[in-house]
């Protein structure tokens, strides 16, 4: 079965602490995955994806299949950076994006 | 940018009414649209995928009655919840794939519906 796990509902930090959001994964065939973020009041937004392998506002993720974990990741969090943050696979029929359960990032100043 | 538009954002109705919640891609053709709901403080769970031209598949639990989807071009999809009842009170959601445009999956605003 398709299932993607975001184990954190809520993250607190402080400004300038690291970050990781933990998301894992169950899918059978090669996955492709997102992370999203939902800012207060705005609709959801494609942050990263991994088959880029790009660095958006300092977030990195890495696919680790051996894990099946794609863990999303910031060196010095920003207050700017609360939000909700989903992890997303993209499997099954019609290339449809399953979403992990959501974790909100806390940045406290 | 590839935009999806959702319209409404709010809607209240009362009970036993049809409400109609639309979801276009603005600048881009989208062949399939995927409608979601989202309970608060919870994640989104897919209720189906459009489909231009043909029926919508929808996920298991969910009432293709209840929830009737039409796929009629290729930038319109819609969501009609018939006969609201209060445990239909949700935000619901869709989302285009605009690969094309390099913008992967693009989703709309969201439109929150209360059911009195």
């Not at chain 2, 209720?47 to 989807?69: H, P, R, W």
Request: glycine share 8%; net charge positive; charged share 20%.
């Amino acid at each position: 079965a398709q299932r993607v796990t975001q184990p954190e509902k809520l993250l607190s930090v402080f400004k300038g602490a690291p970050v990781e959001l933990k998301c894992n994964y169950s899918y059978s065939g090669s996955p492709e995955l997102f992370w999203y973020v939902q800012y207060s009041r705005q609709r959801l937004q494609l942050l990263l994806r991994h088959i880029s392998r790009e660095s958006i506002k300092g977030f990195t993720a890495d696919l680790n299949k051996g894990e099946t974990s794609f863990h999303l990741k910031k060196p010095f969090a920003q207050e700017e950076d609360s939000a909700m943050y989903y992890c997303a696979l993209l499997g099954g029929g019609y290339n449809k994006l399953i979403f992990g359960a959501g974790t909100r990032l806390a940045v406290h100043p | 940018g590839a935009v999806v538009s959702q319209h409404p954002s709010w809607v209240i109705c009362k009970s036993g009414t049809s409400v109609k919640i639309e979801c276009r891609s603005l600048d881009f053709q989208a062949t399939t649209m995927f409608w979601y709901r989202q309970f608060p403080k919870q994640s989104l769970m897919l209720m189906a995928t459009s489909n231009e031209g043909s029926k919508a598949t929808y996920e298991q639990g969910v009432e293709k009655d209840k929830f009737l989807i039409n796929h009629a071009s290729l930038t319109l999809s819609t969501l009609t919840v018939t006969s609201a009842h209060p445990e239909d009170s949700s935000f619901y959601i869709c989302s285009a794939n605009a690969a094309d445009r390099g913008y992967g999956y693009t989703f709309g605003s969201g439109t929150r519906l209360t059911v009195v």
